[in-house]
C-alpha cells in the first residue's frame, strides 16, 4: 500500500455538514483531499478556512451533471494523479406526503443522490484501480433502512443507494475496491439545529437508545474507518451510525422508563 501521505480522498458535499467533517478527518489522517460541492462560495470559504493549499482542492460540481463530474475528474487527476477513497456523501432532500410530491422533485432526488454517486464511482473506479484499488462509502440514511411519512422521494433514493452499494462491492472487488454505505441517524449539523423543532428534537430522542443526536465527527469517524485498512475485509455493508435507532423498532420510551417531560 502507498504511504498515509500520499492517499487522496473525494469528498463530494464537503462544503458543510457530514462531508466537511469529513474532509477535516481526512486532512488530519495525512490525506490530501479533493472537496467538491455544488455551493461554490460555501466551498471556497470552507476551503479556505482549512488553510492547507498544499493538500486540499475545491471543485465546483452537481455530482447529478455528467459533464461537470468529468471536468471535476479531470482536474482532480491533474492535481493528484490518483484517488483512493471517494466519499458519495452530496445529498439532497424534499419532506412532502406521497401525493403531493412532483414527478420534478422526485427527479431531482433521485438524480442528486443515486445517479450522483453512480456517475462519480464509475470515474473514480479504474482511477482506483490504476494503484492498486481504494474504498467508496456511500453516504445513505435511516430513511433508506426504515419508512415514515413524507419521505417518499428521499427515503426511496437512499434505499436504492444502499443497493448500488452491493452492486458496486460485487463488482468492484475485482479491482481492489471495497464499497460500504453509511446510514447516520438524526445529525448535530447546523441546518438540523436551525430547522428542528424542540418537539421534533424530542421525539428523536424518545426514538433513539442513546437518547441523542450524532455528531458530525461521529459520522466522519465511521466513514474514515470503512475507507481504512482497518476495514480490509469489509464490503457491501451499510453501517447505521444512529445511536441504535434502527436497531430497535417501535422502542416505546415509556418501555425503557424514560418518558419524556413536554
Ligand atoms: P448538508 O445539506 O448540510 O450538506 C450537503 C452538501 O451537499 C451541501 O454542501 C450541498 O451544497 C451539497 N450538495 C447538494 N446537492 C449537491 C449536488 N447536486 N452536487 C454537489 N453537491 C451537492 O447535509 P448533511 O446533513 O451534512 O448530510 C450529508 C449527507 O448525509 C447527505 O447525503 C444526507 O442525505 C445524509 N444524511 C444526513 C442526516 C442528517 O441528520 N444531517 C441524516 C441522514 C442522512
Redesign the pocket.
Known amino acids: 500500500m502507498p504511504q498515509e501521505s500520499n492517499r487522496v480522498a473525494l469528498v463530494?458535499?464537503a462544503?458543510?455538514?457530514?462531508?466537511l467533517a469529513t474532509a477535516k478527518r481526512f486532512l488530519a489522517e495525512g490525506w490530501q483531499v479533493a472537496l467538491?460541492?455544488?455551493?461554490w462560495p460555501?466551498l471556497e470559504t470552507a476551503v479556505a478556512a482549512l488553510a492547507l493549499p498544499e493538500d486540499t482542492l475545491a471543485l465546483a460540481?452537481?455530482?447529478?451533471e455528467p459533464g461537470q463530474v468529468e471536468t471535476a475528474f479531470a482536474t482532480l487527476i491533474a492535481r493528484f494523479g490518483r484517488l483512493d477513497a471517494l466519499v458519495n456523501?452530496?445529498?439532497?432532500?424534499v419532506f412532502k406526503p406521497v401525493l403531493e410530491t412532483s414527478l420534478t422533485e422526485w427527479n431531482r432526488v433521485l438524480a442528486?443522490?443515486l445517479t450522483?454517486p453512480f456517475l462519480t464511482s464509475q470515474l473514480a473506479a479504474p482511477l482506483m484501480a490504476d494503484t492498486g484499488g481504494g474504498a467508496i462509502v456511500n453516504?445513505t440514511?435511516?430513511?433508506g433502512l426504515r419508512a415514515s411519512t413524507l419521505r417518499v422521494a428521499y427515503g426511496t433514493s437512499k434505499a436504492a443507494l444502499a443497493h448500488l452499494t452491493k452492486q458496486q462491492a460485487a463488482e468492484f472487488a475485482g479491482l481492489g475496491i471495497r464499497v460500504n454505505a453509511v446510514a447516520?441517524?438524526?445529525?448535530e449539523?447546523a441546518?438540523?439545529q436551525a430547522v428542528h423543532s424542540p418537539e421534533i428534537r424530542a421525539d428523536y430522542r424518545d426514538a433513539i437508545p442513546l437518547a441523542r443526536y450524532g455528531l458530525e465527527e461521529e459520522l466522519a469517524a465511521s466513514i474514515f474507518f470503512l475507507c481504512s485498512e482497518q476495514a480490509s475485509y469489509i464490503t457491501g455493508q451499510t453501517l447505521a451510525v444512529d445511536g441504535g435507532f434502527d436497531a430497535v423498532g417501535i422502542g416505546l420510551a415509556t418501555l425503557r422508563g424514560e418518558r419524556r417531560n413536554l
Open positions: 463530494t458535499g462544503a458543510r455538514g457530514i462531508g467538491l460541492d455544488i455551493d460555501a460540481c452537481d455530482v447529478s456523501n452530496a445529498g439532497t432532500a442528486v443522490n450522483g453516504i440514511s435511516i430513511s447516520p441517524g438524526p445529525v449539523t441546518m438540523a
